[in-house]
């Protein structure tokens, strides 16, 4: 029996999650993998003893019930989760309908949630395991106009991981969360990104944005995600993993002047910001 870690990977049909389930394959780890379409992932991946294909829905908990089942069944364990489904919605707050909004929360939130929720009980039977979250950038650094939805389904991902490190770190469990920045993958391309069915021409800010997603970004992205899935199991090898990972020199960027920002408003309105205290 093998001594390496079992991993459960959600999205794995393109992008990072793919990426990934094949660099854990080619390691020896043994990889359960959903999509919504297991014959795409299989064909994909190929066939292995150490790799079992998942059609699920995370967004449905009883889908992801039975995939966690099965993996257990097949493996004998989960040691490591990567929370990678979901996808981009676009359009501004004022464009987002309400449909478009909740789908996008369903898929990128309560997905993430029906996993964390039916994993945990296993892990803390056994007192350990890892759940890594992906965020995103967009997670952290909110200013992406036309992209508010996809932003806050991902500041919530950061919230609700920070919220579980603290819940799970005495039961032996590690949580991070993963702040990816542009990856050269195909997440910008059909079928990972959305966009608002009823746009409006004056938010010129958010329709530059959207081309440059479109017509500019694609292939000229900075991250190699051969290297991302490397990242992730150095990640997930560490004694004590960290909470928070910003992924890529240009998350790292963004991150740093967000930050500098911070420091200065705060420090800009300090006698503001005390001046709610009761007088002492």
């Known amino acids: 029996m093998s001594t390496k870690k079992v991993w459960f990977v959600t999205g794995a049909s393109k992008g990072l999650g793919l990426t990934l389930v094949k660099r854990l394959l080619n390691e020896g780890y043994r990889v359960a993998a959903t999509s919504r379409t297991a014959e795409?992932?299989?064909k994909e991946v190929g066939s292995s003893t150490n790799f079992l294909a998942l059609k699920t829905d995370v967004a449905n908990e009883k889908s992801v019930q039975d995939a966690i089942a099965k993996t257990l069944a097949t493996f004998g364990g989960i040691d490591v989760?990567?929370?990678n489904?979901?996808?981009?919605?676009?359009g501004t707050l004022e464009e987002s309908t309400d449909?478009?909004?909740?789908?996008?929360?369903?898929?990128?939130?309560?997905?993430?949630?029906n996993v964390i929720r039916n994993v945990m009980p296993h892990m803390r039977n056994k007192k350990s395991g890892h759940i890594i979250n992906i965020s995103s950038i967009a997670g952290f650094l909110g200013a992406f106009p036309g992209w508010g939805i996809y932003?806050?389904?991902?500041?919530?991902?950061?919230?609700?991981?920070?919220?579980?490190?603290a819940e799970a770190k005495s039961l032996g469990i590690a949580a991070t969360i993963v702040y990816p920045g542009y990856f050269k993958t195909n997440f910008l391309l059909k079928g990972s990104l959305r966009f608002a069915q009823n746009p409006i021409a004056e938010y010129?800010?958010?329709?530059?944005?959207?081309?440059?997603?479109?017509?500019?970004?694609?292939?000229?992205?900075?991250?190699?995600?051969?290297k991302a899935a490397l990242a992730f199991i150095q990640l997930a090898e560490q004694k004590n993993p960290p909470l928070h990972l910003f992924m890529g020199s240009d998350s790292i960027g963004m991150a740093?002047?967000?930050?500098?920002?911070?420091?200065g408003e705060i420090s800009a309105h300090d006698a503001l910001?005390?001046?709610?205290?009761?007088?002492k």
């Open 256 to 263: 740093n002047n967000k930050l500098e920002i911070l420091k």
């Open 273 to 279: 910001s005390r001046s709610t205290d009761f007088l």
């Open 151 to 165: 932003n806050a389904t991902k500041f919530a991902v950061a919230g609700l991981t920070e919220a579980l490190s």
């Open 85 to 90: 489904a979901g996808y981009g919605q676009l």
């Open 99 to 113: 449909k478009e909004a909740r789908e996008n929360f369903d898929a990128n939130v309560f997905g993430l949630l």
């Open 204 to 226: 010129k800010e958010a329709r530059e944005l959207d081309r440059a997603h479109v017509e500019d970004i694609p292939g000229n992205q900075p991250g190699d995600p051969e």
């Open 81 to 83: 989760v990567v929370n």
């Open 40 to 42: 795409a992932l299989k």
